[in-house]
């Protein structure tokens, strides 16, 4: 008998702490559900009960080392280093000169067998010899290959093989405002140095003649950065966030100092092909002067087109816009002519006349399509 007595009362008990709990605990977040929420006995017993989410904070930590964002790349990057070519560096006072003259710049490697690839501006390219200090330590003897006038973007062949080749992803993915790390290599030996900013803008206008003017045979539309990307960087990689290299620093002087600026991957490869193949000896020639066309250009100056190239001297001579003894001085092409297409392709923010220009070689005959006197009409030139 004491025992029934015993379990009831233990039933009872259990019964009452199972109420409290559910009472307290179990209602109060079943009300809160949508499914449970139309019931108003649930409601009564979560009256005067409040119910505390608890709210982790997770932080997700970024990449703080630069050295392992570009760490795929930096075994592609090298030192270069141009000093003097004398006949007489072995006599004292010539090799205190040579140490004088001397320049460190980076540059890349861009196929295993040992081509490299630089900036004019990191390199002493008159009467100077090279060596190439690579990431393993190794010093090579290097010349230079060849030069596209077009880029600035210069070649040098190294004898070596199995090298790390550096592998270019696709800039027309880099949007403003993106995360960039550049590298330089310009030390007395090797040793990587890094930047980190962000991608400020592309802009399209921006062409490598160093002039007022553009000019058709020189490349245009480069990146702008918000970070110190100096003379260390040049002819160095500049790397997304995620490993990929989106471009190269290069530089100018213009108006009395020196820009810098970033060379798109996507235009890269297309020197880079022509090297490889030893054809920039056959790089097209035309010979104009020009203002790219945007829409405020044009509805400032009351242009029918807000896209092109404007054949422009601001002497309004013809033999200031257009080369004497050019490709462009021997077609019909005049002063104030807008060229709008290439070969039936648009010229436009996305393609620039010179990027339309350089898919065709030296020799070949192409067709600009312009607007003279609000009329459009043809014209063929032989570059």
Not at 15 to 21: F, K
Not at 26 to 44: D, G
Not at 216 to 235: A, C, P, R, T
Request: charged content about 20%; hydrophobic content about 35%; some cysteine.
């Amino acid at each position: 008998m004491f025992k029934k007595i015993l379990f009831i009362i233990l039933i009872i008990f259990v019964s009452g702490i199972s109420g409290i709990v559910a009472d307290r605990y179990l209602f109060p977040h079943l009300i809160a559900t949508k499914l449970f929420s139309k019931y108003e006995f649930l409601k009564k017993s979560a009256e005067n009960v409040t119910v505390i989410n608890k709210t982790e904070q997770v932080y997700v930590k970024e990449e703080s080392s630069l050295d392992k964002i570009a760490n795929q790349v930096s075994s592609s990057v090298v030192n270069i280093i141009s000093y003097p070519n004398s006949e007489t560096k072995n006599s004292k006072s010539a090799n205190v000169g040579a140490a004088a003259l001397s320049k460190n710049g980076a540059g890349v490697i861009i196929t295993s067998d040992g081509l490299i690839m630089t900036c004019l501006g990191a390199i002493n390219s008159e009467n100077s010899r090279y060596k190439i200090i690579a990431a393993d330590g190794n010093v090579y003897d290097a010349e230079i290959s060849s030069v596209d006038l077009w880029s600035n973007l210069v070649f040098l062949k190294i004898n070596a093989s199995n090298l790390p080749a550096i592998s270019f992803g696709n800039s027309d993915d880099v949007k403003s405002g993106e995360k960039i790390v550049g590298i330089g290599n310009n030390q007395g030996g090797y040793r990587n140095r890094y930047a980190s900013g962000q991608i400020s803008s592309f802009n399209p206008t921006y062409n490598l003649s160093g002039k007022a003017l553009s000019m058709s045979d020189k490349l245009e539309g480069i990146f702008e950065f918000n970070v110190d990307l100096g003379k260390d960087y040049i002819g160095g990689p500049l790397v997304d966030y995620s490993g990929q290299v989106v471009g190269v620093l290069g530089s100018i002087e213009k108006e009395s100092r020196l820009d810098y600026f970033g060379i798109p991957s996507n235009k890269i490869k297309l020197v880079m092909d022509r090297a490889i193949k030893k054809e920039l000896g056959n790089n097209y020639q035309l010979g104009v002067y020009y203002i790219p066309l945007t829409k405020t250009y044009s509805l400032t100056n009351n242009l029918p087109q807000s896209e092109g190239a404007l054949v422009y001297s601001s002497s309004g001579q013809q033999g200031l816009a257009i080369i004497s003894g050019s490709p462009a001085s021997k077609s019909d092409l005049k002063i104030n002519d807008i060229i709008t297409q290439v070969n039936g392709e648009k010229i436009s923010e996305d393609k620039s006349f010179p990027d339309l220009l350089y898919k065709y070689k030296k020799g070949e005959e192409i067709k600009l399509t312009i607007i003279r006197d609000s009329r459009e009409m043809e014209i063929k030139v032989q570059l």
